[in-house]
């Protein structure tokens, strides 16, 4: 629902800020032009009027696709474990609807599309940086994991991005 826009926003506002760094361990899978990554990020949950901050731990490998229309741009999926400090709000509200015990650690997605700013602007010193969206999504696996819990539920938060090449 969340890749076709069918949103639901957070009537409470609940934000994030995360930091991710990317570890490049390929240029290619299996002879097709993908990207590999190993991406540990850190994510501060916001204070907002129903929950305090808190911290949530990535582990993920996300691997990026590069195309060209008319400009360089990369379709990036990750995969991972996604460990919260304390349960957010917007996770607990939708398991105690679905009479689910919330779980710390999740299943760990994004999807982002991000486009290159130094070929957008067309500038030398811009073409390490990278602006993009992405959907940051913890998830039970729909009851399918005993690692999880077995809950079906979790949290999406539509996100924007900078990222550069060091």
Request: include cysteine.
């Amino acid at each position: 629902e969340i890749i076709t826009f069918q949103i639901e926003p957070d009537e409470e506002n609940n934000q994030l800020t995360s930091l991710f760094y990317g570890h490049p361990l390929a240029d290619e899978l299996f002879g097709a032009p993908f990207s590999i990554y190993l991406t540990p990020g850190l994510v501060r949950h916001h204070k907002s009027d129903v929950q305090d901050p808190f911290f949530e731990y990535v582990l993920a490998m996300k691997l990026y696709y590069s195309f060209n229309w008319p400009i360089a741009w990369r379709f990036g999926c990750g995969e991972g474990l996604s460990y919260a400090s304390e349960i957010s709000y917007i996770e607990a509200e939708d398991m105690k609807d679905k009479g689910f015990t919330p779980s710390n650690l999740m299943n760990y997605l994004d999807l982002s599309l991000d486009l290159n700013l130094g070929e957008l602007f067309r500038t030398k010193s811009l073409e390490d940086l990278w602006l993009g969206y992405y959907i940051h999504h913890r998830s039970g696996m729909f009851e399918t994991s005993a690692l999880f819990g077995n809950i079906k539920g979790g949290s999406n938060y539509n996100c924007i991005y900078l990222q550069y090449h060091f």
